[in-house]
């Protein structure tokens, strides 16, 4: 019994120990903080990266995600995925406007109210959240309606935080903007940090508002991400410029196929530049309008070569077409995403000159005369040869004068019609009549 009581107290000690051992070691260990680098405008392809880096935070067992933010806003459709996100998030989200010189424009405002920390760098600035079309302004009704909407969701976000709700609101309805030191005496930021060390140190031990999180981040281990290479390919593919400009080569590929089939490359250059296009039509807000007019210029541009009698005015037609179209293309998605006027009007230049030179090309050789047959012959010059018979190119004809008059064997005789099986000639050099 003594040596059972032995074993067991042996026993008992070594877990004691082990537990011991093991809540040192944990005490020990720093806890980790998540830092997302976002120098970008708000687009799908980024606010994917962003949620993802959320979801990465809350799955992966760290203290809390840093957003180191500096944007001129974006789409209002992916920064509510953000948002959301943040809201949602069982982890505390923490905005670092930064850089020195960063700023957090329009659509950055609301991902910033939503933060359960919000901090700015020194000489950094944060507003003007005031929505506007690719044209400017909204029309009267539509931007009432969006800054009352947008203005109340700032408001809700900022108060909701224990923020300035009074400037969140200003912020979309005067596009009013602060700077650092402004923002912080306004209570519209919780704090400002020179740098990210200082500014987990300074955080730690705080409690959040609304969620109570109590933050652990003094001496985190920082892991700090950036948009993978393929994310910065998607966000560059996403260019209204580039856009358009893939649509045109995509269309001008396939023509060119059709023009000369068995070429193979145009095609294939054209259905990839097609499959391009189609990838950021398909992410960024179009106006079907404005989409409807692109490719009207292409089909003006196509029905050039085949009614010459346009005489270019279908040319012009599709140029006209293809620049409005290109800048009204992009209007639902903001300023932001926009087609400049340059390169609408060089691509619609190009491409209407283009196909003048196709359609000129095309004129020109429904102008020649017959390549084949016996039209060929005439203007032809020949032998006569016995029996009547006039040798033209390598062939004897049937052959008579062209007033009746008779012809002898070796004289040289030039061709002026075709008649059935015979030909009307002319003795070489006669005078034509007048």
């Known amino acids: ?243 358009t400009l893939f649509l045109s080569l995509g269309v001008l590929g396939i023509v060119v196929e059709l023009w000369h089939p068995g070429l193979i490359f145009p095609a294939t250059f054209g259905i990839l530049s097609l499959a391009l296009a189609f990838f950021g039509l398909d992410v960024i807000p179009i106006s079907w309008a404005g989409l409807l007019l692109v490719f009207a210029a292409f089909a003006f541009w196509i029905a050039e070569l085949f009614i010459a009698f346009s005489h270019g005015a279908l040319t012009l037609a599709g140029g006209a077409c293809f620049v409005f179209g290109s800048l009204l293309l992009f209007e639902p998605a903001g300023s932001g995403y926009q087609v400049s006027l340059p390169v609408a009007l060089s691509v619609a230049g190009t491409f209407s000159l283009f196909f003048a030179f196709a359609l000129a090309k095309v004129i020109q050789i429904r102008r020649q005369p017959v390549g084949v047959g016996a039209q060929t012959l005439v203007g032809a010059r020949g032998q006569v040869r016995r029996d009547g018979l006039v040798a033209v190119q390598g062939e004897l004809w049937q052959a008579r004068g062209e007033h009746g008059e008779p012809l002898d064997p070796g004289d040289e005789v030039d061709v002026l019609a075709v008649e059935g099986l015979a030909l009307v000639v002319r003795r070489a050099g006669t005078p034509a009549p007048v």
């Open 1 to 243: 019994m003594r040596a059972g009581f032995l074993r067991a107290l042996l026993a008992a000690s070594a877990a004691a120990t082990a537990v011991l051992l093991t809540a040192g070691s944990a005490a020990a260990a720093p806890p980790r903080v998540l830092v997302v680098e976002f120098d970008n405008d708000i687009n799908p392809v980024t606010a994917s990266y962003l949620t993802r880096q959320i979801n990465r935070a809350n799955k992966g067992g760290y203290a809390g995600v840093v957003i180191e933010l500096d944007t001129p806003g974006g789409l209002v459709d992916s920064m509510n995925k953000v948002v959301k996100k943040e809201l949602e998030s069982k982890v505390p989200v923490i905005v670092y406007i930064a850089p020195q010189g960063a700023g957090a424009g329009s659509a950055g405002v609301f991902i910033s109210e939503a933060a359960d920390v919000l901090a700015m760098a020194p000489q950094t600035n944060i507003g003007a959240a005031t929505p506007i079309a690719g044209g400017g302004n909204l029309p009267s009704d539509a931007r009432r309606k969006a800054i009352n909407f947008l203005a109340a969701k700032a408001r809700s976000l900022a108060a909701s935080h224990g923020r300035n709700g009074v400037w969140a609101d200003s912020a979309v309805r005067k596009a009013s903007s602060r700077t650092a030191n402004e923002a912080l005496r306004q209570n519209i930021v919780d704090l400002i940090a020179p740098t990210l060390p200082a500014l987990l140190s300074k955080i730690d031990g705080r409690k959040t508002v609304p969620k109570g999180f109590v933050l652990h981040t003094a001496g985190a281990e920082i892991t700090t991400v950036h948009m993978t290479l393929w994310q910065r390919i998607l966000d560059t593919l996403i260019d209204p410029n580039l856009i």
